[in-house]
T-cell receptor, first 116, second 112 residues
Framework: GAVVSQHPSWVICKSGTSVKIECRSLDFQATTMFWYRQFPKQSLMLMATSNEGSKATYEQGVEKDKFLINHASLTLSTLTVTSAHPEDSSFYIC????????????FGPGTRLTVL | GNSVTQMEGPVTLSEEAFLTINCTYTATGYPSLFWYVQYPGEGLQLLLKATKADDKGSNKGFEATYRKETTSFHLEKGSVQVSDSAVYFCALKPGSARQLTFGSGTQLTVLP
């Protein structure tokens, strides 16, 4: 149980285009979802926290208009990287938490974004 | 603020060797502590956790004990296998918060 999926697993796009990444909790309702960014051989940096039906809370230094987060249902959150540039290339990871399951976060497999 | 300091890697061991990856933390209150593992090309998986002082988390032969007096949560395994090769992350979650704070990760390579 407690499986989180992400789609796509990898994406290559041209500079200036927008890319949407989906994060789904497959077998539980995620009241909270988190979006992280991971640079090569580095730790995870929390980008934002989203609760179903409300606006996401962004960490300091993360551009809200650049990284649009929508958490429209208890099983789906999306991250849209708008007007992507090569410096946005990274590994994006989501995680989900359900109050019923305690305080453990369950992580998706990640999405590798490469912007040319 | 909250922070996690992890032993720098990479760590290279021979199969069946003893493993220790050090982790110390700074936090207000009484955080929950976690070890996550990331296998090549995959997302993070929860390895073990402890929610209060002196608790021992264990899974797949790995163990870590929540030591409040030394603010540590060192990861240990008595006999590593090649399949344990991965990146290991120590993390904490303050009692009232939902966000995790991660350490920098430690790359472990086990040679046959």
């Amino acid at each position: 149980g407690a499986v989180v999926s992400q789609h796509p697993s990898w994406v290559i796009c041209k500079s200036g285009t927008s890319v949407k990444i989906e994060c789904r909790s497959l077998d539980f309702q995620a009241t909270t979802m988190f979006w992280y960014r991971q640079f090569p051989k580095q730790s995870l940096m929390l980008m934002a926290t989203s609760n179903e039906g409300s606006k996401a809370t962004y960490e300091q230094g993360v551009e809200k208009d650049k990284f649009l987060i929508n958490h429209a249902s208890l099983t789906l959150s999306t991250l849209t990287v708008t007007s992507a540039h090569p410096e946005d290339s990274s590994f994006y990871i989501c995680s989900a938490n359900s109050g019923v399951l305690g305080d453990t976060q369950y992580f998706g497999p990640g999405t590798r974004l490469t912007v040319l | 603020g909250n922070s996690v300091t992890q032993m720098e890697g990479p760590v290279t061991l021979s199969e069946e060797a003893f493993l220790t990856i050090n982790c110390t933390y700074t936090a207000t209150g009484y955080p929950s502590l976690f070890w996550y593992v990331q296998y090549p090309g995959e997302g993070l998986q929860l390895l073990l956790k402890a929610t209060k002082a002196d608790d021992k988390g264990s899974n797949k032969g790995f163990e870590a004990t929540y030591r409040k007096e030394t603010t540590s949560f060192h990861l240990e395994k008595g006999s590593v296998q090649v399949s344990d090769s991965a990146v290991y992350f120590c993390a904490l979650k303050p009692g009232s918060a939902r966000q995790l704070t991660f350490g920098s990760g430690t790359q472990l390579t086990v040679l046959p």
